[in-house]
Structures are given as C-alpha cells and as structure tokens.
C-alpha cells in the first residue's frame, strides 16, 4: 500500500535505543496512537539571561517513547507528522501540555518564568492556529506574555503578508514572538521590519566554532552583525547551541542577550526542572 502511494516502501528509523527498519504506514499508525497511549512527552531546556544568569524560559521539546521503537527523535516525526497532518493533534497537544506546565511552576517554583512552544509550519497555516492558542491560554489562565512561540522564516516564504498577519493577530492575544534557527533559511532581511518579533535565536551552526582566539572568522562577523541587528531593531538576541564556556563567553563580549545550550544545561524531563532551578540557581549565586 505504501508503493501504491508513491511515498517509498520503507525507510530507515533510528530511535536512540534501536536501530530497524519500519514501514512508513506503521510508522504513521505508531504515530496516530502516540497521543491516546501517551507516548508523548515534554522536556525542557533553559533560556538564561547573560546579565545576571537567570532563567527567563525554557524551551518545550517534545519527545516519543515508543515502547518498540524506544525514543524518536522530533528531527525524525515531526516531518512524518508534517507530511502525515497528524501534526495538527501533536501541536496542539504540545501547546495545551506547554501551559499547563506552566502554570504550575508559575505556582511552585518561579512566577516570571516564560515556556518557549515550537510550532511547525504547517501548524502555522492552520485556519484555527490562532484560535487555539487562544484556547490553550485560557485553559491553562497563564498571562500570555510569559507565552513564546518559536517560528522559523521558511514558514513565512509562501506567503509573507499572510505570515505577518497571523503573526500580528498572535501578538494582539498578548504572546511573544521568537524567530528559530535564525540564519538558515531564505526569507529576505527586509521582511524582518515587518515581523512583530520579540526574540531572534541565532542558529546553533553559527555558535559552534566561535572561540576566544578567532574573533575574524566568518561565524563571528556574522554572529556579530546580528546582534548589533537585533539591538537596532529592539529585539533580544539568544544565541543556540552554546556548549562550552568559551562560547558563553566570546556571546557575552559581543552583547547577545540570552543563551541557550548543552553547557547552560540540557532538555530535562519535567520532574527534573525543578531540580535544575536548585542546582542552578546554587551554582550562580
Ligand atoms: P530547535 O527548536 O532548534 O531545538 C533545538 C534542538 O537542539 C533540540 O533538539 C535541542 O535538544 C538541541 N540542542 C540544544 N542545545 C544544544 C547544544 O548545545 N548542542 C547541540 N548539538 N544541540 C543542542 P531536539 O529536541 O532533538 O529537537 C530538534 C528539532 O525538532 C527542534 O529544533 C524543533 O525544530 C523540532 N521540535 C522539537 N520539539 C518540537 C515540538 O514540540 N513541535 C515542533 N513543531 N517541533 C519541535
Ligand atoms: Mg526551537
Ligand atoms: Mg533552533
Ligand atoms: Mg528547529
């Protein structure tokens, strides 16, 4: 059936457990019973402020514990879930799951604390995309702001005024705005006048080879410009993928906002967040 749909007969899926081959339409059906058997899970990664290193947010990723296939990465389903339409169900959930989170930690651990969602484009295209981040912020009663959503400039390609409407109409609900993997796709930089944004996260592949000792390379004129871009059109500068203290460092020198990273600390699961604000906080103070 798989052939007869023209989409390829298997493909090869690695989950971090396992490696075996799975029939695309297996796959999808595991796929369409992830939400109902609850497969699905969040975990979370800091956003920490350069100023004083507190955590302004964490970033919600979603995981699948399959119970054959073990833990999928969302680089492998969520282009399934893309192509699939199934992403419609996941996103929501993840929206819905995201706030609810927290609003409880609102309650436990941190009242100023932000949850950053990623949203998919095709997510983004949907007619009721706004409506039900409406909904998600009324169910869980968090104030929005404390609400940003991750979008990418490849999901404003196809139609840019429509992207910018959509993003207008999220900014009105109160939200904030966050642009992911800065750097790697095609929009034009003179759309960005035009998009409401709050948050410019500069792709990890421009913070990988910075150091202290290279101030000229490419990466770090580029890193550089984009900063000095985000404080022309005030907006904050997070940089990605930080994973040494030299790093850190040299997006420190350069006046970048916030960092996120392996060496600030890695996606946790809920249970652990709370944990890791102790540990932190201890360790900074
Ligand atoms: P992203 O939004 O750019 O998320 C950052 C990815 O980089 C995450 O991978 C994170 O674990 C990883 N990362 C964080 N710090 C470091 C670091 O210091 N070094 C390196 N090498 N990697 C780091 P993850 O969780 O596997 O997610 C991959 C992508 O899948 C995400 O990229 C995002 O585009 C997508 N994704 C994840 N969760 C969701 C979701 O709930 N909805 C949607 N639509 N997409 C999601
Ligand atoms: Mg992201
Ligand atoms: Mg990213
Ligand atoms: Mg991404």
Redesign the pocket.
């Known amino acids: 059936r798989a052939k007869e749909k023209g989409r390829g007969e298997w493909e090869f899926f690695k989950g971090e457990m396992n490696e075996f081959k799975v029939e695309r339409l297996t796959m999808e059906s595991f796929l369409r019973h992830a939400i109902s058997k609850d497969e699905l899970s ?2 979370f ?1 800091p956003q920490i402020s350069l100023d004083d290193g507190k955590v302004i947010a964490l ?5 699948w514990n399959h119970p054959r296939l073990g833990i999928v ?3 492998l389903f ?1 282009p399934l ?2 192509e699939t339409g199934l ?1 419609g169900h ?2 929501r959930w ?1 929206l819905n799951e ?1 706030c609810r989170q927290l609003k409880k930690w609102h309650e436990t651990i941190n009242s100023e604390l932000s949850i950053s ?4 484009g095709r ?1 983004f295209q949907k007619l009721d995309f706004v409506y039900e981040v409406k909904e998600a912020l009324q169910r869980s009663k968090i104030d929005p702001r404390f609400l940003h959503l ?1 979008l ?1 400039e490849s999901m404003m390609v196809e139609n840019v005024q429509y992207g910018i409407n959509i993003m207008r109409e999220l900014k009105e609900l109160g939200i904030k705005i966050s642009i ?2 800065f750097g790697t796709g095609y929009s034009s930089l003179s759309y960005l006048k035009d998009f409401p944004i709050d948050i410019l ?1 500069i ?2 592949s421009f913070i ?1 080879n910075l150091s202290k000792s290279d101030h000229n390379s490419t990466d770090a004129a580029i890193v550089r410009a984009i900063i000095t871009m985000c404080k022309g059109l005030s907006v904050t500068a997070l940089a ?4 040494t203290k030299q790093q850190l460092l040299v997006l420190k020198d350069y006046g970048c906002d916030h960092v ?4 600030i600390g ?2 946790v699961c809920a249970a652990e967040v709370e944990n890791l604000f102790h540990t932190y906080h201890t360790k900074s103070s």
């Open positions: 969040l975990y990664q970033e919600a990723l979603v995981r990465s969302p680089g969520i879930a893309e992403i996941i996103g993840v995201a969602v990623n949203v998919s997510q991750e990418t992911d993997d996260k792709d990890q990988r990605e993928g930080v994973e996120q990273g392996f060496f890695k996606p």
